[in-house]
């Protein structure tokens, strides 16, 4: 998605944006520009189509562009085709007000219609510079200043925006307004920076301000002054990022990818003592006593990707530990369909990021039923995050890699901790039980780093399966969920198309893609469906697959059906999910390597869809 950055301060703004804007090329970009405010209070305006070293280049790294003000922006196309003609800044004639934007204005051909009317004309396809011209257009009509002209311009857009704004006539401020998309302000001493996602201005400042929903600011050198739309001062409060700068580097790893995976013991670990109080789980810490949760009569989950995914693995411990019902939903189909929600449920919705448009768009769909809604997220301050009745933070650090891997594991820790709560507090699960299976969860970080020491027999299985055209993931109960997520991440990052198969459906069609040599993938963790796996596998390998076993240290006869098969430490079946899935997360990652590929930067992906 877009990233958008700005800065206001003593120093050359220039080499800031452009430092600034490198470190959201994570959310996937096809073009990216500057403008900068001089001396002379004169803007010069600089985009480039394609990666941000072109802009780089362009401005001698930043160097031939002077002035201490300045907005950037790198663009994903969502109205109009990659150019640089598209690409951000836009401005308004003579350059009264030019701006950037990360969003999507729905009506924008409307106000293009209205705005053409009055005289104006447009030199690209996009939205954004029907927002930024009709901020001009109040800006003119009523002679007022920007806040005002900014706010008309909001009560008339329809759609999502993080619109930051440089005037001619206010040489020394920023104005920006925020609806649905992310952004951050950060101040420190006499220097005010803005970005979409924290690892931006994490070397400049950990002091930020989080904009809410329909507000604007009024943004001067170390200063930010909070609107809302009826244009009165609001407060706010600073939040100090505890996540260090070099978090969001790479850290000695190859790829954030690597690292992030490497993490997971740390983010599995911290989600889950974030929820404990005195050795026992506390939803009450977010606003969810055991009296609300013993009441909730059925559960809702509802994401996108691989947080759909942890979804589909906490339905089955949900179930299995409260005997509560769970229906698990993709965030884009449940925001269409009218769903049915009992009173008493409860919606839980599922986003790394905080910002998918349609994780949001279910939220509020949930919202507006009268249900109650929990967050899952990794973003503090994400739109999800605010507008959920409660929401539990997964810690899980920044997850820059656009194939989410630590992020999906402390989600696990977050539908366990669900599931024991609301067995625990419904009388399902006996303390003995309880306990029991708490002190499971606390013991899974040292099975995850037994299992990365290992990581060389999935390089090595990777190789020889990297000229592959076709994969297949089987597995039953859990152990098919976790088959969804392997799916995935082999797809998304390596491009070897590979499905996800409930193991017992293969024979309803499927299997007659089995050719000689195709792999398959059997998870094989769930005593009680093991020999049924097993089975299915053996007739895949009778039709001349190439077998992968995924199974815990102990069923080595696993190696009498299987060609290759990697172990997992042995854990509480119901959560064992969290160790199967990171074989499967290496093997996409050495397939991707394997094959050459930009591994935490894949072909059209975003690590957050803020569009629908
Ligand atoms: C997972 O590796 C993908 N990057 C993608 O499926 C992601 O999980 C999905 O887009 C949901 O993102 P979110 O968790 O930020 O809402």
């Avoid at 950037?100 to 396809?125: A, C, D, M, P």
């Avoid at 100090?240 to 954030?256: P, Q, R, S």
């Avoid at 080595?556 to 042995?570: L, M, R, S």
Wanted: proline share 3%.
């Amino acid at each position: 998605m877009c990233g958008i950055v700005g800065y206001i301060g003593d120093r050359q703004a220039a080499p800031i944006l452009l430092d600034s804007l490198s470190k959201l090329e994570y959310r996937g970009y096809d073009s990216a520009g500057i403008a900068i405010r001089n001396a002379e209070e004169d803007v010069q305006v600089l985009k480039a189509k394609g990666r941000l070293n072109i802009l780089a280049e362009k401005t001698d790294g930043g160097k031939a562009v002077t002035g201490t003000i300045g907005i950037g922006h790198t663009r994903w196309a969502t109205h109009g085709e990659p150019s640089e003609n598209n690409a951000h800044p836009h401005t308004a004639d003579d350059r009264t007000v030019v701006g950037v934007h990360n969003g999507i204005i729905e009506n924008y051909q409307k106000l293009k219609e209205k705005l053409t009317k009055r005289g104006y004309s447009f030199y690209s396809q996009t939205d954004t510079e029907a927002a930024v011209k009709l901020v001009d257009y109040y800006y003119r009509k009523y002679n007022c200043g920007p806040k005002d002209a900014i706010s008309k311009a909001m009560v008339r857009i329809r759609g999502s925006y993080a619109l930051v704004l440089m005037f001619n006539d206010y040489p020394d401020e920023i104005w920006v307004a925020r609806k649905d998309s992310p952004m951050i302000i950060g101040t420190i001493k006499n220097e005010t920076f803005i970005a979409s996602d924290v690892p931006a201005i994490l070397k400049y400042t950990r002091n930020v301000y989080y904009i809410d929903n329909l507000e604007l600011a009024r943004l001067t050198a170390g200063k930010a002054e909070f609107y809302n739309l009826d244009g009165d001062i609001t407060d706010k409060e600073l939040t100090e990022i505890t996540w260090d700068a070099e978090a969001a580097e790479k850290g000695g790893f190859e790829h954030f990818m690597m690292k992030e995976i490497y993490e997971q013991p740390k983010a599995v670990g911290d989600t889950l003592n974030s929820m404990l109080t005195d050795g026992k789980i506390d939803f009450g810490k977010i606003g969810l006593s055991d009296d609300i949760i013993k009441n909730i009569s059925q559960i809702y989950i509802v994401a996108c990707g691989s947080a759909w995914h942890a979804g589909m693995v906490s339905q089955y411990v949900i179930e299995e530990l409260s005997g509560t019902p769970v229906r698990v939903e993709l965030a884009s189909e449940f925001r269409y369909r009218k769903p049915i929600l009992d009173r008493n449920g409860l919606v839980v919705v599922i986003s790394q990021s905080g910002e998918t448009a349609d994780s949001l768009a279910a939220l509020r769909e949930a919202k507006e039923k009268g249900i109650r809604t929990l967050a899952v997220v990794n973003v503090v301050g994400s739109s999800i995050a605010r507008e959920a009745d409660n929401v539990f933070y997964t810690l899980a650090g920044p997850e820059i890699s656009v194939a989410t891997t630590k992020a999906y594991s402390a989600q696990l820790i977050a539908g366990y901790c669900l599931a024991l709560q609301l067995g625990f507090s419904k009388g399902v699960l006996g303390e003995p039980e309880y306990m029991r299976m708490i002190a499971e969860l606390q013991a899974l970080p040292d099975k995850i780093e037994k299992i990365l020491q290992d990581k060389e027999r999935l390089q090595w299985f990777a190789s020889k399966i990297s000229n592959k055209k076709d994969v297949f993931f089987v597995g039953r109960g859990i152990d098919y969920a976790v088959s969804l997520e392997g799916s995935l991440k082999m797809k998304e990052i390596s491009y070897v198309h590979s499905e996800a198969y409930a193991a017992g459906e293969l024979k309803h069609g499927t299997i007659s893609l089995i050719e000689d040599g195709t792999p398959v993938i059997g998870i094989l963790t769930q005593g009680g469906l093991y020999e049924k796996t097993v089975s299915n596998m053996a007739e895949c390998k009778a039709r001349g697959a190439y077998l992968c076993g995924v199974t815990t240290y102990g069923n080595y006869e696993t190696e009498e059906t299987a060609d290759f098969v990697t172990y997992v430490p042995k854990a509480d079946e119901h959560f064992i999910g969290s160790l199967a899935v990171i074989p499967l997360q290496l093997l996409g990652y050495y397939l991707s390597v394997s094959r050459g590929l930009d591994v935490d930067k894949p072909r059209n992906l975003a690590k957050s869809v803020t569009v629908e």
